[in-house]
T-cell receptor, first 113, second 112 residues
Framework: DGGITQSPKYLFRKEGQNVTLSCEQN?????MYWYRQDPGQGLRLIYY???????QKGDIAEGYSVSREKKESFPLTVTSAQKNPTAFYLC????????????FGSGTRLTVV | GENVEQHPSTLSVQEGDSAVIKCTYS??????FPWYKQELGKRPQLIID?????GEKKDQRIAVTLNKTAKHFSLHITETQPEDSAVYFC???????????FGTGTRLTIIP
């Protein structure tokens, strides 16, 4: 999977439930990112982290939360406060010193049922 | 913050013809401009990139040009093939800003 693994590939959520999307990388990258992709809107940044135990909000952080307890892992929780969570979610990672090396995971498609 | 605009949103090209996708950016401090190709349901893959100290870069049938004065950059695909059909995203990065900003994507369809 190119060194960055997202799971599950498909996820279904009932309204009012929180769900957590997994993102793991073995590239020894310091920085990790979560993007949301909707048709016709490109990739919008949700959260990003450059170091363990630290993360910053992106452009559309409302209704989402993250943690970065390990360098390799950056899970995203979609909370019940996110009113329109149905989307394709992409995780990415990059080295700090050389941000040319953005690598994406294969994505998780979340659907609210 | 950085804002990246991408045009057109859809593009249909006869097989063998060339395709051009254009992006403009707002932050004059941006200094790295990658292009990603995303096939349906798959992850974006880096296809070519350019740094601000270079005006043009080519890799076989793909080229990228950068005009720093006008703050725009373009992707050129020559001799298009059916496997070029995908969504293409441009992006811009200011290393001081820590993160890539993406354009809204162009759906390229190659007509056999």
């Amino acid at each position: 999977d190119g060194g960055i693994t997202q799971s599950p590939k498909y996820l279904f959520r009932k309204e009012g439930q929180n769900v957590t999307l997994s993102c793991e990388q073995n590239l020894n990258h310091d920085a990790m990112y979560w993007y949301r992709q909707d048709p016709g809107q490109g990739l919008r940044l949700i959260y990003y982290s450059q170091i363990v135990n630290d993360f910053q909000k992106g452009d559309i952080a409302e209704g989402y939360s993250v943690s970065r307890e390990k360098k390799e892992s950056f899970p995203l929780t979609v909370t019940s406060a996110q009113k329109n969570p149905t989307a394709f979610y992409l995780c990415a990672s990059s080295p700090i010193q050389d941000r040319y090396g953005y690598t994406f995971g294969s994505g998780t498609r979340l659907t609210v049922v | 913050g950085e804002n990246v605009e991408q045009h057109p949103s859809t593009l249909s090209v006869q097989e063998g013809d060339s395709a051009v996708i254009k992006c403009t950016y707002s932050d004059s401090a941006s200094n790295y401009f990658p292009w990603y190709k995303q096939e349906l349901g798959k992850r974006p893959q880096l296809i070519i990139d350019i740094r601000s100290n270079v005006g043009e870069k080519k890799d076989q049938r793909i080229a990228v040009t950068l005009n720093k004065t006008a703050k725009h950059f373009s992707l050129h695909i020559t001799e298009t093939q059916p496997e070029d059909s995908a969504v293409y995203f441009c992006a811009a990065l200011n290393f001081g800003n820590e993160k890539l900003t993406f354009g809204t994507g162009t759906r390229l369809t190659i007509i056999p």
